[in-house]
């Protein structure tokens, strides 16, 4: 098989959201924004299906991860299946495997940009802005434990209770962007976390996003991970669409077996 050349999988893909928890966003029945631009189209071209969650925004995990299984019980009523999850996603895939009775079903779990160990950023978020913030959103009915779920303290209790099920593959994929790279959005994150961790995509370490057998560091910042282009990249002609580098996630599962 050629390297730019994607298979076909005998099961279908589950793409899981990150936080925000979003497939697209629509306005007048115009689609403003993919959660994961061109990805779906990328896969499905040679055959694959491929369904895009929808989740709670800003749940716990725990929550996140039963509003996942409901969309594919809703979608797909039996078999197998793999999950490909980004950032939050990545946890409400393995919480899903691990604890609500679908590690039968599920084939392998790819994380993209997941704080497996938590981000310093939500540490240093939570610790200035919790006291608040939360009686506002406790006001407004707002969820908000996803911040907490997020922290370093939150992903230790989370990876001491939700253990990788025998018989699953997990794999990585882990981003890491230089500062040229980084819009003002970023700054702050970036340097939060790159002081704490080291190398990061703008708010998940390159540590904390490897998890699995096998794990691979992509250039970009964490929405480029799911293939949101990077102006600043575009504008010095450096973008790379990254929905061909879905076809690599795909090429492995396929390698192994599945």
């Given amino acids: 098989m050629l390297e ?17 928890g979003f497939d697209r966003i629509s306005a007048f029945g ?7 631009p061109g990805i779906c189209e990328r896969l499905e071209a040679v ?6 969650a929808r989740v709670s925004p800003t749940e716990g995990v725990a929550r996140r991860a039963t509003d996942l299984k409901r969309f594919i019980e809703s979608e797909l009523a039996s078999g197998p299946f793999h999950l490909i999850g980004h950032s ?8 899903l495997t691990a604890k609500l009775g679908m590690e039968s079903r599920v084939l392998s779990v790819t994380s993209v940009g997941t704080p497996h160990r938590g981000t310093s950023f939500a540490d240093w978020g939570v610790s200035r802005f919790s006291r608040l913030l939360g009686p506002f959103l406790r006001l407004f009915g707002i969820p908000h434990q996803a911040f ?12 001491e209770e939700v253990r990788d099920v025998p018989g699953v593959r997990y794999y990585s994929i882990a981003g890491q962007c230089d500062q040229a790279w980084l819009g003002a959005e970023w700054l702050l994150p970036y340097s939060v ?3 704490a961790e080291g190398a990061n995509d703008g708010v998940v370490s390159v540590a904390s996003a490897t998890w699995g057998e096998h794990s ?8 480029n991970l799911v293939n949101w282009p990077n102006r600043h990249a ?20 396929s390698q192994a077996g599945f």
């Fill in 193 to 195: 976390v790159a002081k």
């Fill in 30 to 36: 115009h689609t403003l924004q993919d959660y994961f």
């Fill in 88 to 95: 939050m996603g990545g946890l409400d895939a393995r919480y």
């Fill in 216 to 223: 691979e560091v992509w250039a970009g910042d964490h929405l």
């Fill in 234 to 253: 575009i504008r010095r002609g450096e973008w790379p669409n990254l929905a061909p580098d879905y076809g690599r996630i795909v090429r492995r599962l």
């Fill in 47 to 52: 055959g694959n299906r491929v369904l895009v």
């Fill in 148 to 159: 907490f779920d997020l922290t370093t303290e939150g992903c230790q209790r989370f990876n």
């Fill in 4 to 20: 730019t050349e994607i298979p076909k999988l005998n099961a279908p893909i589950v793409l899981a959201p990150g936080l925000w």
